[in-house]
């Protein structure tokens, strides 16, 4: 496709929530509770908030401007604005992270599917914490079913992807993302009115210093780029199709604080569960599959049919905010092959979701009968995991961040972020500042630190 073609998103509400789309997903209510349980709750929290602050929203911000100004897929976004350098890697280093993430999350999409067939056959009902724990383990272990749903979800988001960006993205994000957040806070009120609940209150916001290692400031940093769809390059991709009105600080905040407030809310549904049931806090991917079917029988357990509505509306809308995550992460792949190896946007889809399948299939066995195959201990799933959200999400952050301060013109930067001197943009010292110092600065030491050399 020339320049001139290329699609275009239909209104400023549907760039704001396609964006709110990609980055609002599996990431905010399975994997942001878990690391979370994992590295010790408040503490991690608040450095996870500093993250999407300071480091999440310049590099949002900068990955908006490459996007937009270039008018390009991520690979190429580096060759218009930055021609016959080395700074190409970078979009190669994200097409390539995108396909390895979408490769393990269709796996966890995959399993609230099968939460939806479950909860839509009232099989949750008259269950107790030790059933969930006991089904959940036999159902992710099982070479079969995981696999099927993980097919099934890939080719759902093939087929809107094949449909394109208006029409798929953009008209399936107006709908759902409200509908998600109502439930949320309905499903928030469930579970402090559990009893113990204070417990998880306590954990998720009095902060334990104790435990802070630089294994916390990894995992907070990991989880802040992978909850904002950051570092490599699907919000610059999806920047791509922006109007030249769309406001990219405003949009940044917009997406910031929607998709932090959601993770927060995910935290107080599933802490307060978690410790009134007696689950530990650290159980692992496994937590929201384990706490919230329990949510629901215990906090509705006078009124069974609202248990049964809520818990089927949830992970309907769990599936949903999955899928508008995985058509992000699929576009980057398919926009990337389609307009560089000149093949139909068909096509390119097609092998993106061929290539996914057959490496979600390895992730998803992994969990179960290969869980032997290892390297650095780590089964497959837990290794796409590491090497993408610990280290290329990371990396990629960084490199956006210094070229976006360093490299590219002073001038290109304020005409997009001012929409062409149209806008007031009176953080735009700061904005420079934090990409060219603090941001290389404080994702370097991090890295140096996990890797104990300080
Ligand atoms: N942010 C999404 C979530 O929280 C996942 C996601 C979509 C993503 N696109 C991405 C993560 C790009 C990293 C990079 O579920």
């Known amino acids: 496709m020339s320049k001139g073609e290329r699609a275009n998103f239909g209104s400023k509400l549907g760039v704001i929530l396609a964006s709110a789309g990609s980055a609002v997903g ?4 399975w994997r942001f509770p878990y690391e979370t349980g994992n590295h010790g709750g408040a503490a991690f929290i608040l450095i996870y908030l500093l993250c999407v602050l300071i480091l999440g929203m310049p590099i949002m911000i900068s990955e908006f401007i490459i996007g937009r100004h270039s008018r390009a ?5 580096y060759e218009v604005l930055a021609p016959k350098t080395q700074w190409k890697w970078v979009g190669f280093m994200g097409v390539l992270a995108g396909f390895l993430i979408l490769s393990y999350y269709s796996v966890v999409a995959g399993w609230t599917l099968e939460y939806v067939i479950e909860a839509g056959a009232d099989g949750f009902a008259k269950k107790g914490p030790e059933d969930f724990i006991n089904a959940f383990q036999s159902f992710s272990q099982d070479p079969f079913r995981p696999v099927l749903w993980l097919v099934l979800f890939l080719l759902m988001t093939h087929f809107i992807i094949v449909k394109g960006v208006k029409n798929g993205i953009e008209k399936s994000s107006k709908i759902m993302m409200p509908l ?3 439930i949320i806070f309905v499903l928030v009120g469930c579970s402090l009115s559990l009893p113990g609940a204070e417990k998880g209150l306590e954990f998720l916001l009095k902060p334990d210093f104790s435990k802070v290692d630089s294994n916390v400031f990894l995992g907070a940093l990991g989880q802040a780029f992978f909850s904002l769809s950051l570092g490599m390059g699907c919000l610059c991709t999806y920047a791509s199709y922006f109007s030249k009105e769309t406001n990219l600080g405003k949009t940044a905040l917009s997406v910031g604080v929607l998709d932090t407030v959601i993770a927060i809310l995910a ?7 978690a410790f009134s049931v007696g689950i530990k806090p650290d159980a692992g991917p496994s937590l929201i599959f384990i706490t919230l079917p329990n949510v629901f029988q215990q906090a509705f357990s ?23 995550s995985t058509i992000s992460m699929h576009e980057v792949v398919t926009a990337y092959l389609h307009e560089e190896f000149k093949i139909s946007r068909n096509k ?6 061929g290539g996914c399948i057959f490496l979600g299939i390895f ?12 390297a650095f201990s780590l089964g497959i799933f837990d290794l796409l995991d590491f ?5 290329m999400l990371p990396l990629g952050g960084l490199l956006i961040a210094i070229f976006t301060g360093w490299y590219l013109d002073k001038k290109v930067v304020w005409e997009e972020i001012s929409n062409g001197g149209k806008l007031k943009v009176r953080y735009f010292k700061l904005f420079i500042f934090i990409l060219k110092y603090i941001a290389p600065v404080a994702i370097s030491l991090i890295f140096v630190n996990e890797l104990g050399l300080i």
């Open 267 to 273: 935290g107080l549904i599933i802490f307060p569960a």
């Open 180 to 182: 998600l957040l109502v």
């Open 363 to 374: 992730a998803s066995l992994s969990l179960g009968i290969a869980k032997d195959y290892t």
């Open 302 to 324: 006078g009124a069974p049919v609202l248990a049964y509505i809520f818990s089927l509306m949830f992970y309907i809308l769990l599936a949903v905010a999955a899928l508008t």
């Open 73 to 77: 897929n991520t690979a190429r976004a």
């Open 387 to 391: 090497v993408t959200a610990k280290i």
């Open 26 to 29: 599996l990431g905010n209510i």
């Open 348 to 353: 390119a889809a097609g092998l993106v979701t």
